[in-house]
């Protein structure tokens, strides 16, 4: 049961003083410079994971998930947290009794009309118990108020739990832009740094390709939640980026025993979009691999990191699609992502130019008449449909772009296709037919998959 109206409970810091200042004005200056000193080019994620270690180890690395957040400060009014539990074994999802959750800035209410429908689901308990000492929590709660403002909260922890109960559970709470959700976990513990540098790479690449079956129990305290959110991300077409990794080798530490934190932004794809900067840059890749290949027959290598900022090292699938005077030129591109984004780029731009084999080659007089565009494609999801005319019925037009696979053959379109075949039942003849499958053809084996894209454009230039 719940605490009546009458038995308000506050639950005060347990890890003050240990994990981060106990004195109210050090631990918000302290929080405040994190912040300030934090880098991301995402400014409106719906849901984040990020680190719960002391602050001088992983504070600097949850910074970047909260300087995200605060792009919707005021319009973010309810914070739902998730985190493991390291000193109470629970199973399933507890919810506090708890009215309040305290810190040395202030109380975060606890927000009980948010949380009624899990009280009705058979995996949710209630029990105070395990908060009590519990830090994978309160370590986030100053920098949601640091952050957020005045918010309230949606604490919860997590034990052993199937991942779609977790998204179950998720889903209940998901919200609106009122809402944002917030995973609490740290990566790989107490290998020597460089072990630890590639389980958590590992990690972050399952992470960004919502591959929540590739993240091994060793690879992060946290993954009971973050393959939940996972789950939600599949569902709701959303994109995941990491904005830091790093280890308490990097931070604070030696490098012989390290921790790894990393922080990770989810949007929703529809509405994802790359700083103008960056994608200039991205146009400047498409372009210098073009020019490359002119003179050298091979695409330019990316130097992630050195060359290009690491916010595009984020694995994604890409086309690149050239036109001349208005007319396709070349197109060519990945399905599934399994590159940094400017690397993927790269490749594509030069086998657009010079690898379709509709087109010739292209040549550097052609240039000055080429366009190209970029798009960069969701993870593709799967569309239910039992005949034809369910798949021409799924479908939303001018939105969609659709992978179309039977008997060993696929063909794909991006959703600029629907300018000029805007009828979803000639779309999917078409998308037959670049398969190389007949545009009457239907077999029960027929798959299909739908995904979106943040595309862009640019022009092609010759080399000054």
């Not at 209940?172 to 540098?197: K, M, N």
Request: aromatic share 6%; glycine share 8%.
């Amino acid at each position: 049961m719940m605490p009546t109206a009458m038995e308000r409970v506050v639950k005060p810091p347990a890890v003050a003083g240990m994990f981060y200042p106990a004195e109210r004005n050090a631990l918000a200056a302290e929080v405040v410079r994190l912040l300030n000193a934090a880098r991301t080019d995402i400014s409106d994620p719906k849901a984040v994971v990020a680190p719960h270690a002391g602050l001088v180890y992983s504070g600097a690395v949850a910074a970047t998930a909260y300087r995200s957040l605060a792009g919707g400060r005021g319009r973010i009014r309810r914070v739902v947290l998730m985190g493991p539990a390291h000193r109470v074994a629970v199973r399933g999802v507890v919810l506090p009794r708890a009215d309040a959750f305290a810190t040395p800035i202030g109380e975060l209410e606890v927000d009980r009309p948010a949380m009624a429908p899990l009280l009705a689901m058979p995996d949710v308990s209630v029990d105070d118990a395990p908060f009590q000492r519990e830090h994978s929590l309160e370590v986030h709660l100053p920098f949601i108020q640091a952050a957020l403002g005045r918010v309230t909260l949606v604490p919860m922890l997590v034990g052993a739990m199937a991942p779609e109960r977790v998204e179950a559970v998720l889903e209940a709470v998901w919200g609106g832009p009122e809402t944002a959700v917030i995973v609490s976990s740290d990566l790989s513990h107490y290998h020597d740094y460089d072990t630890a540098t590639g389980f958590d790479r590992a990690c972050s690449r399952a992470i960004e390709l919502l591959k929540l079956e590739d993240i091994a129990d060793h690879q992060a305290c946290g993954r009971v939640g973050i393959k939940g959110l996972i789950r939600m991300a599949r569902k709701l077409d959303m994109r995941a980026t990491t904005i830091d990794l790093r280890s308490s080798g990097d931070t604070a530490g030696t490098k012989d025993r390290v921790v790894g934190y990393g922080s990770y932004a989810f949007e929703y794809a529809a509405t994802a979009r790359l700083p103008d900067g960056q994608r200039r840059f991205l146009i400047d890749v498409a372009q210098r691999s073009i020019r490359r290949g002119i003179r050298k027959g091979e695409p330019i290598e990316v130097r992630i990191g050195r060359e290009a900022p690491a916010a595009l090292a984020a694995h994604r699938a890409t086309f690149v699609t050239l036109e001349q005077d208005g007319r396709l030129r070349g197109c060519i591109g990945s399905v599934i992502a399994h590159q940094p984004l400017a690397s993927d780029i790269a490749v594509n731009a030069f086998k657009a130019a010079f690898s379709d084999p509709r087109f010739p080659k292209l040549t550097e007089a052609e240039l000055t008449r080429c366009t190209l565009s970029i798009s960069i494609l969701s993870t593709p999801r799967p569309i239910a449909f039992r005949d034809e005319a369910g798949l021409v019925a799924a479908l939303q037009p001018d939105r969609d772009g659709v992978i179309l696979r039977d008997q060993g053959k696929r063909g794909l379109f991006l959703p600029h296709v629907w300018s000029s075949l805007p009828e979803p039942a000639q779309f999917v003849r078409h998308l037959k037919a670049k398969a190389g499958l007949p545009r009457d053809h239907w077999s029960p084996g027929l798959r299909a998959w739908r995904f979106g894209v943040e595309k862009f454009d640019g022009d092609l230039v010759p080399a000054a």
